[in-house]
């Protein structure tokens, strides 16, 4: 998807000139300074809208007028922000997601929107263009590459922040900077995660780290299966036995700070490519959303590429294993034992929990770089969907600081965590028999031993690992999220890394 052309200037909206004109409003309230000129100039047209009741301000509530040539907007967009009082960031940024579909709609290709005089309290000039930002790229998000018809309706190329004051320009600019930067990075990870399994191989994945750190001056290192023998990774390997496509190790590096000796955050995103279950096949329904499976993978892998382009003065590594999950005479099988890289040897009872076994690898391999912060993400677990639904990911670790950290960042990016308990008492569910640990607990606390299997392998690295199960398909479109691949969990580790650099 192109993403499209997004600027800032200082203006009045009664001389702007453009195709369509978005102007923000609150339930219940007065008009701002903005919508009062425009309305004046329509000789009363958008404050009749507001007596009828046609348009009240609810939330995400949406009304086009055209302007008759009265004011030089060609339309202006009424966009509701519920009562002032509830005006959050996120609401902030899912009136923009809405508002560029009614933009698209209208078959126009630009458009402005005055800058908001209602913000939330306590967000800064650079939150509210951020989240603004993101909301228009992300609200506009088509993934077209295998439709004949190509892209349905008008696409929206550019769009234009009108602020009062040239004064507001430099803090609304940072905003568009990283606002950008984050959601060209969840585009790329919908977009990697829409292309189907015969595309997206982990081949092709390595193919796009590839690209990346060639247009980013990253570090790149990709350890193929001879490598992946010779270290240890029986996890990894066992895995990715049933398979003709071969295993991948990815390790990009990404050094923006001075300081030669600063630890690095290290991210690790689980990468299957496509997820059958292996031997303990998965039901045919739905197992298409199984290509999206490499969520995590693709998240770290496009967070570090913002990072790049931010020119964050830090320290990151991104850490992908990438493997397929098949059936087939090669296939590991219930009761295999592999050996891990950390030496630990786990029993296999269910080879459909692979998610954890090759991030067991991954993290083990991680822990090299005795990281400041060590963070997995992955679409690890069902038992995650049960217990929080669509709207939380679920987040464990062992750093207090860490994970609040973790938890401002995704309040502020929109993309909520909700901690569960690392107890050792779940432990139990995981012994084995014959093994150092087993690779399933059962199915009470599914996703809190899939995370505490995981804990047995960063050492006293401080580590979070997130559960994205809950979050990364949608059954449906909502403001900036489309039906089918979220990438929700991307803008969350990418403000987290802005964060650590404030």
Known sequence: MKIMRVDARAGRVETESTEVLVLTHCEGGIFSKQATVIDKSMNGALQELVRSKEFEGKANELVLV???????????????????KDVTVDQLRQAMGHAVKRVRQAKAGFFTVAVPSVTPPGASPVEVAQAMAEGA????????????????????????????????????????????????????????????????????????????????????????????????????????????????????????SKKKDERPVVLVGKTITFDTGGISLKPAENMEHMKADMTGGAEVLASIRAAARLK?????????????????????????VVTTLSGKTVEVQNTDAEGRLILADALAYATRYKPAALIDIATLTGACVVALGQFAIGMFGTDASVKESVRKAGLRAGERVWEMPLWDEYFEQLRSDVADMRNIGGRGGGMITAALFLSKFVGDCPWVHLDIASTDWSERERAYVPKGPSGIGTRLLIQYLIDRTL
């Open 66 to 84: 055209h302007t008759q040539g009265k004011v030089p907007a060609k339309r202006i967009l009424l966009v509701g922000l519920g009562k002032e």
């Open 137 to 256: 790229i992300l609200g506009s998000y088509q993934f077209t590459a295998y439709r004949s018809e190509g892209v349905s309706g008008k696409e929206v190329n550019g769009l234009s922040f009108l602020a009062a004051q040239t004064s507001e320009l430099k803090a609304i600019a940072e905003g568009i900077r990283r606002g950008v930067a984050t959601a060209e990075a969840a585009v790329l990870v919908r977009d990697l995660c829409n292309h189907p399994s015969n595309v997206m191989t982990p081949t092709r994945i390595a193919n796009e780290a590839k690209a990346i750190a060639k247009e980013q001056s990253l570090t790149l290192k990709i350890l193929e299966r001879k490598d992946i023998e010779k270290l240890g990774m029986g996890a990894l390997l066992g895995v990715a036995q049933g398979s003709h496509e071969p295993p991948k190790f990815i390790i990009l590096e990404y050094k923006g």
């Open 312 to 336: 964050l003065p830090l320290h990151l590594i991104s850490i992908l294993p990438v493997a397929e999950n098949m059936p087939g005479g090669r296939a590991m099988k219930p009761g295999d």
